[in-house]
């Protein structure tokens, strides 16, 4: 699994005009399932992306996770599958999806990575599996990694 990790202070996705999930300072999400991918690789990006340290502490240095911050009745993550983030365009300028899973897996295991996710104390909000969404935010830092297991 992949995920797009973009620490934002704000972020909605919209499906039709209507805003279907948001959160307020924490992560957007741009989450791939890989064609090989199993339920313990959803269970490790989720142990991962909590765990992450890529909050500013009292200097100025990202050094503090979830756990780390004050709570919140914010969403912190906003969790949306793409499969694109799966894109291969190293042999031509058209991308190959092969390597995304098929819809109904990558639907499954996206689905356990959020209950992973919240699992572990975290509000998650996601968008619309396969459905075309729109996609606001503002990065905060800005702070954009590629989080692989």
Same mark, same amino acid.
């Given at each position: ?15 039709? !005009? %209507?805003?279907?999930?948001? @959160? ?22 989720? %142990?991962?992306?909590? +765990?992450?340290?890529? *909050?500013?502490?009292? %200097? ?23 499969? +694109?983030?799966? !894109? ?21 295991? *996206?689905?356990? *990575?959020?209950? %992973? ?11 619309? *599996? ?5 996609? @606001? ?6 702070? +954009? ?5």
């Amino acid at each position: 699994m992949r995920a797009i990790v973009q620490r934002v202070s704000q972020a909605s996705v919209s499906v039709d !005009g %209507e805003v279907v999930g948001r @959160c307020g300072p924490g992560y957007l999400l741009l989450v791939g399932v890989h064609g090989n991918d199993t339920e313990a690789n959803a269970v490790k990006l989720a %142990e991962k992306i909590a +765990t992450l340290r890529i *909050f500013n502490d009292a %200097e100025g240095k990202m050094n503090l996770a979830f756990a780390d911050l004050p709570s919140s009745d914010l969403p912190r993550i906003l969790a949306i599958s793409q499969f +694109t983030v799966y !894109g291969d365009v190293s042999k031509s300028r058209r991308p190959s999806f092969v390597e995304s899973a098929p819809f109904e897996v990558g639907r499954l295991l *996206f689905d356990h *990575f959020v209950a %992973e996710l919240r699992a572990r104390d975290l509000t998650v909000e996601t968008g619309r *599996f396969g459905e075309h969404m729109e996609v @606001c935010l503002v990065n905060d830092g800005p702070v +954009t990694l590629v989080v692989d297991v």
